[in-house]
């Protein structure tokens, strides 16, 4: 039943023309990273204000909606997830985590990534051993390795860089163009609390790492240094 009534709230929120737009802004065409996500057209706010009144929903509910064609469900339930992470104990932060790692097929595309995986892949990882992150990082799944490099934002916030630096550098030759962009945003975080660190990985790695991931670490450095590195850059 709590299922249905989402599902109703949302549509309730929804809009034809915001869908016509989610879908050209998510890649949905064919041989694109979103081809074939559905969109109903709800806004982020919208759908952060659903979750918050069915917080309370069990896991088996949150996962059904993981599973849904539907973009914006899979969105609540990963911010339901979140939600219940943050409130829960040991063991059902371990539990969520687990179904976080076991479902990742649904979490594809960068939103329902850059989102959560911070809050529960991170969070969970804060004090614990983060060898899975460099398995995630070797995954031939595009969004497994983005949740490998963003999941360390919950590290940078707390001034714990390395694996930050270690993944950056171990995805300098991804093809993705997505890839790239989350490299540069987790870079550019690191410089804006450690900047000689960045400094150090770009002397190394400027001249060759891809274009896009150059400019999205630099774009908080001053134009004269900016245009230093990105003279040097090949790629």
């Not at 339901?80 to 539990?95: A, D, I």
């Not at 960045?198 to 240094?225: A, C, G, Q, W």
Request: net charge positive; hydrophobic share 40%; glycine share 4%.
């Amino acid at each position: 039943m709590l299922v249905h009534k989402i599902k109703q709230e949302l549509r309730k929120n929804s809009s034809k023309e915001k869908a016509k737009i989610l879908k050209g802004f998510f890649k949905t065409a064919p041989g694109e990273y979103g081809h074939g996500d559905v969109f109903l057209g709800v806004s982020v706010p919208h759908i952060r204000e659903i979750s918050k009144k069915y917080r309370q929903i069990d896991l088996k509910s949150a996962l059904k909606l993981l599973k849904s064609k539907i973009h914006e469900e899979r969105l609540l339930a990963l911010i339901v997830l979140v939600l219940k992470f943050e409130e829960s104990g040991v063991s059902g932060k371990k539990k969520i985590y687990g179904l976080y790692l076991q479902y990742t097929k649904y979490i594809n595309n960068w939103d329902l990534v850059d989102l959560t995986a911070p809050n529960i892949v991170g969070g969970f990882l804060a004090n614990k051993d983060r060898k899975v992150l460099y398995r995630l990082a070797k995954s031939d799944s595009l969004w497994e390795r983005r949740i490998a490099i963003v999941a360390t934002l919950n590290f940078i916030r707390n001034n714990n860089f390395a694996d930050t630096l270690k993944i950056a550098k171990f995805l300098l030759n991804d093809e993705e163009d997505l890839i790239h962009k989350a490299c540069g945003w987790m870079l550019r975080e690191v410089a804006k609390r450690q900047k000689k660190l960045v400094v150090d990985f770009l002397s190394r790695y400027h001249r060759n790492m891809p274009r896009v991931m150059l400019r999205y670490t630099i774009e908080r450095f001053p134009r004269k240094e900016q245009l230093r590195y990105l003279l040097k850059n090949r790629l």
